[in-house]
């Protein structure tokens, strides 16, 4: 009768390894967020209603570098108004994005033209962005499907890998992989494919920093992976998020 009862009461060896591993297991599930919660967090910080910033781009080559500083406005992911400052050579050079369209008014010859077509793909000021990487500022999970596919480290921050897989047609890159600060939600690396699967962008992100509540980065490197040198940097020098932009901005009669 002993010997039934402990028999009973007991919880045999290879039980128990199972359920240490259930354990383990459900606990390891509940630490990592879905693909769609980092996105989100993602989208809250670099997305905005409004946004109106002052930068610098370093466009580097094989043999020569030059730096432009611009100030760009933004609504949401369907109007942008840039103008170019410096250097003098530039300076008066416009871009209007409305919706899917882009015009480009050029001081030298005192012409707007509309981009469009595989005319978006070109270089922006021989730049490594393409008219097609600024135009599309539309939130991740509207163009995406975000899986978490693993985790590393970057300059000393734990990052979450997502892998987003394209769930419209009509898209730059077919496949993204981004690398994502576990703490402050913003991208640290990211990399564009194509449909095939060729790598063909690479963007770092550094200087990260608190703006009005929000962690954002300052610095953006883009490098074409088709093209020769060092990529081209783009370095925030003042950003404001959802302050109010006239309405005249996004005008085709502000060009001139």
Same mark, same amino acid.
């Given at each position: 009768?002993?010997? /039934?009862?402990t028999r009973t009461n007991s919880v045999p060896l290879q039980g128990l390894g199972v359920v240490l591993l259930l354990l383990v297991t459900s606990f390891s599930f509940a630490q990592n967020p879905t693909g769609k919660s980092i996105l989100d967090k993602v989208d809250n910080n670099m997305s905005?209603?409004?946004?109106? /910033?002052?930068a610098s781009m370093e466009i580097g080559t094989e043999r020569t570098k030059r730096t432009m500083v611009s100030k760009s406005y933004g609504e949401g992911d369907h109007k942008s108004f840039t103008e170019?400052?410096?250097p003098a050579r530039e300076k008066g050079t416009k871009m209007l994005k409305l919706?899917?369209?882009l015009w480009i008014y050029s001081p030298s010859t005192d012409r707007t033209i509309q981009i469009s077509g595989h005319m978006l793909r070109q270089?922006?000021? =021989?730049?490594?962005?393409?008219? @097609?990487?600024?135009?599309?500022?539309?939130? /991740?999970?509207?163009?995406?499907?975000?899986?978490?596919?693993?985790s590393e480290v970057i300059d000393g921050h734990k990052c979450w890998v997502v892998t987003l897989t394209a769930i419209i047609t009509d898209i730059n890159y077919f496949t993204r992989k981004m690398w994502v600060d576990? @703490?402050?939600?913003?991208?640290?690396?990211?990399? /564009?494919?194509?449909?095939?699967?060729?790598?063909?962008?690479?963007?770092?992100?550094?200087?990260?920093?608190k703006? @009005? =509540?929000?962690?954002?980065?300052?610095?953006?490197?883009?490098?074409?992976?088709?093209?020769?040198?060092?990529?081209t940097k783009m370095s925030i020098q003042e950003i404001k998020f959802d302050s109010a932009i006239p309405a005249n901005v996004f005008n085709l009669g502000n060009l001139k």
């Open positions: 009768m002993n010997t /039934l009862k905005a209603k409004t946004r109106i /910033l002052t170019y400052l410096a919706e899917n369209q270089s922006v000021m =021989g730049s490594d962005m393409s008219y @097609e990487d600024m135009m599309n500022d539309k939130p /991740l999970l509207e163009q995406y499907k975000a899986d978490v596919t693993g576990a @703490e402050r939600s913003v991208p640290l690396k990211e990399e /564009l494919f194509a449909k095939s699967g060729k790598l063909l962008k690479r963007i770092t992100f550094s200087d990260v920093r703006v @009005e =509540g929000r962690w954002f980065p300052m610095t953006f490197v883009y490098k074409d992976m088709l093209k020769e040198g060092p990529g």
